[in-house]
C-alpha cells in the first residue's frame, strides 16, 4: 500500500526515502482514531477519566486521540524509556518523568503509540495499580502482538503491527521519524550497522 493523502506527498525525496515501504496512511490512521475516540467516550461517560499518554512516541496519537472524545476528560504524561537507541527492547525500564497528579479513586487509559514485548507497560500498569486507581485500560495504536512476551489487556488498538522496525506519527528510530505524519517500515540499511 502506498501513501496517498496531500500530506504525505510532500515527505517524498526526503525522510520518506529511508522507507522501504508505507504501511498506514495519515488517513487510515485518522479514520481509525475518530473510531476508537467514539468507543471510549461511550465507555467512559460519567466517569472520571484520566488519559496518561507514554511518551515520546505516543505524542501524536494522544493528541488526535483526545481530540475525538467528547467527554470533559483529564490528561497527564508519565515517560519511560525501554528502547534506548536500539531497535530492540532491553526488557530494562526507566522512569524519565513521573505523573503530576494522584490517581486514587480515578479511571486511568494508558496511551501508548505501540506495544512490543510488552515489557514497558507491564512494567507501568504493575507501578500505577500500588496507586489504586479505579482502572486501567490501554489504548495503542499499534499492536505489535507476535514480538509479545508478557501478556497485556489491550482494551482498544488500532491496528496490529507486522513484527518489522516501523517509523513515523510519534515512532522513532534513534530519536528521528517521529514527525512523519504516517507510519511505514525503515529501510534495513538504515539500522543494520547498529
Ligand atoms: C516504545 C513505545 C513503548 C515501548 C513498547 O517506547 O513507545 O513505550 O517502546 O515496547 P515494549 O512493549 O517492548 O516495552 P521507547 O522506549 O522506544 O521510547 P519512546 O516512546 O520515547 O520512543
Redesign the pocket.
Known sequence: MTASTGTDTVWKGGIADDLSRTILSAEQIATRTAALGAQIAADYRGRDLLVVG?????FLFIADLVRQINLPLALDFIS????GDRTR?SGVVRMLKDLNQPIAGRDLLLV??????????SYLIENLRTRHPASIAVATLLDKTE?RVVKIDTAYVGFECPNEFVVGYG??YRGRYRNLPYIGVLKPEIYQDE
Request: glycine share 8%.
Open positions: 507514554v511518551l515520546s512516541g505516543s519511560v524509556s525501554s528502547y527492547s501508548e503509540d505501540i506495544i512490543d514485548t510488552g515489557l514497558t507497560l514480538a515512532l522513532d
